[in-house]
């Protein structure tokens, strides 16, 4: 009897863990974050954010199921993010206010980048472009987005 009820648990935990696990949508390994830069910013890729940085967008604003890896219209690769909530509204105003400034996008509280803000940004998507070989691009996301330095990147709408 002992033996039936112990198989009993062990296959229920089994099952639940199954269940459990399956309808969570897998957590990124990283955090990534947009963050305001001031115009006269000495910041460069590498650098670590400093403490009090003006956070525009936070690792939970990012639609995670919409985030990957492509191409751009030039076949250069590209990071495709998406976000969601409030978080559209907030960044669309940033960006329309904010034309020509840099911000800074961050992994787990590291700078990769620090694009120059070419649009509006209204609808939450954006895209990161990587120079053509997508090495750096790749390195940089990998494990933050579903398959991927940035040295010279663009920022725009997607």
Do not use: Y
Not at 6 to 34: D, Q, R, T
Not at 80 to 108: K, P, Q, W
Not at 138 to 155: K, L, M, Y
């Amino acid at each position: 009897m002992t033996r039936h009820l112990a198989v009993a648990i062990v296959a229920v935990a089994v099952v639940w863990s199954l269940i459990g696990c399956s309808s969570l949508a897998p957590a990124l390994p990283c955090e990534i974050a947009i963050v305001a830069l001031p115009a006269d910013t000495t910041m460069i890729p590498g650098d670590a954010l400093p403490p009090g940085s003006q956070v525009l967008i936070a690792p939970d604003d990012f639609d995670r199921a919409a985030t990957s890896i492509g191409r751009d219209s030039m076949n250069n690769p590209a990071v495709n993010l998406e976000l969601r909530g409030d978080a559209v509204g907030r960044f669309g105003a940033h960006t329309a206010g904010h034309m020509g400034d840099r911000m800074a996008i961050a992994i787990n509280g590291n700078v990769i980048a620090i694009p120059v803000i070419q649009a509006a940004i209204s609808d939450g998507k954006m895209q990161i472009i990587g120079e053509p070989d997508g090495t750096d691009l790749v390195q940089q996301f990998a494990g933050c987005v579903r398959g991927a330095s940035a040295r010279s990147f663009a920022f725009r709408p997607a």
